[in-house]
C-alpha cells in the first residue's frame, strides 16, 4: 500500500483511488467533525452520503493503552453534534450497540462503503465490524484512525477477520510523529 504522511492526504488518496464515485460514508467516533467535514468536501459527488455515529458525551469507558490511555468521557462535546453545512451528513447520536442496528434497518446502498474507525475502543470497533460484515463487500474500505494501538482497533480487526475469514489489502497507511502506523487503511478483496 501507499505510505502517505498526514491523515488528510490519505484521504485525498482513497478518494482519488475510488474516483470520487458515489459513497456511504459511516464514521463511528465523530468528535467535533473534522473528518466527517473534510470527507464530505473531498467526495464531491451529489449521490454520496456521510453518517456520524457518536455519544457525543465522549468515550464510554477508558481506554487505556501501552502509551497512556484517556479516561471515560474524553472527547465529551455536551452532546452537541458538529454542524456542517451539507444535505448530504446526518448525525446518530447514542452507543454504537443502539444506534447502528437501528440505521442498518433502513440502510440499502449499492455506492461504496468507507468505514472510518475512529472509534479507540476495542469493544467498539469490533461492534462495528461484526454488525457491518454483511455490507463489507469486496471494494469496501476501512479506514482505522488508532491502529497502532494493538489492544484495541488493531486487535478487534485482528479477531473480526480470523472470526468472519476476511481477505483484505493495506491500500495506504500514514505514520506518526513516533512512527507509529497510526492511520490505516484496507479494502476488502
Known sequence: GAFVPVKKKLYSFINSNIKNVAISYCEFGVFEGASIKYWSSLNTNTDSRFFGFDTFSGLPESWDNFTGGLQKGFFDTQGQTPSIDDERVSFFKGLFQ????KFLETYDSNSVLVVNIDADLYSSTLFVLTQLHRYLKKGSIIVFDEF???????????????????????????RTAKSYYAHVAIRIL
Open 148 to 174: 497502532s494501538s494493538v489492544l484495541h482497533e488493531f486487535r478487534a480487526f485482528e479477531d473480526y477477520c480470523a472470526a468472519y475469514t476476511v481477505k483484505f489489502e493495506v491500500i495506504a497507511s500514514s
Open 98 to 101: 443502539d444506534t447502528l442496528p
